[in-house]
């Protein structure tokens, strides 16, 4: 069954310093998605990935994709206070018998002044 | 605007008490899918639709049923709810499978007594 761990679950950091959240996941998969949710809001999408070494960057976020380890990454450069929000990666399931993106549990940005 | 629609977006009720949460999408979709989000467990898939009169059970189907009729619409229905399903619901879609971008609607805050 496939599995999708990030870390860390919560994360407190000061403006203008860099961090990465990690994203792993169990078996193989082609894709992975980045999603920001806002506290008691929806969840917007932020990046597809779609192949092994894809990386793109938006403002101060950029993502990556090793599949071969199996592993994401959202780095976050110079962080500022409207990064703060809670960020899933999510991988698409392609066996058994269910149809869906399997969400890691998210990682709680709070961006300190 | 391309959208996905809940409704309602708040609701106390009481155990027993049957009720529907609303979804609709105004983007000619064919998959749309129902998420359950909890404090530590992240988001887990209730039921999805791959089209009109196709659907089927997620990770956590109990207690809950879904039809969808239309394209544009797939309800959730809780028949005899429970304080267990005391949670956030988001509706989401996708244009044709799960390993698309998901667009995710606003989120439905459920309280059952």
């Known amino acids: 069954e496939l599995k999708v761990e990030q870390n860390p679950l919560f994360l407190s950091m000061q403006e203008g310093k860099n961090y990465t959240i990690y994203c792993n996941y169990s078996t193989t998969s082609d894709r992975l998605y980045w999603y920001r949710q806002d506290p008691g809001k929806s969840l917007e999408s932020l990046f597809v990935?779609?192949?092994?070494?894809a990386v793109k960057q938006e403002g101060r976020l950029m993502a990556s994709l090793d599949t071969k380890a199996r592993l994401s990454t959202l780095h976050i450069t110079a962080a500022v206070h409207d990064l703060s929000a809670t960020y899933f990666c999510a991988v698409p399931n392609y066996g058994g018998a269910t149809n869906k993106l399997i969400f890691g549990t998210g990682t709680l940005l709070a961006v300190q002044p | 605007e391309a959208q996905v629609t809940q409704n309602p977006r708040y609701l106390i009720t009481v155990t027993g008490k049957k009720l529907t949460v609303t979804c609709s999408q105004n983007m000619n979709h064919e998959y749309m899918s129902w998420y359950r989000q909890d404090p530590g467990l992240g988001l887990r898939q209730i039921y999805y639709?791959?089209?009109?009169?196709?659907?089927d059970k997620g990770d956590v189907p109990e207690g809950y049923k879904v039809s969808r009729k239309e394209k544009r619409n797939f309800p959730l229905i809780l028949e005899s709810p429970s304080p267990n399903q005391t949670s956030l619901y988001f509706c989401a879609s996708s244009p044709r499978v799960a390993q698309e971008t998901q667009y995710f609607g606003p989120g439905t805050r459920l309280l059952v007594l």
């Open positions: 990935l779609l192949s092994n070494g």
């Open positions: 639709s791959m089209n009109v009169e196709v659907t």
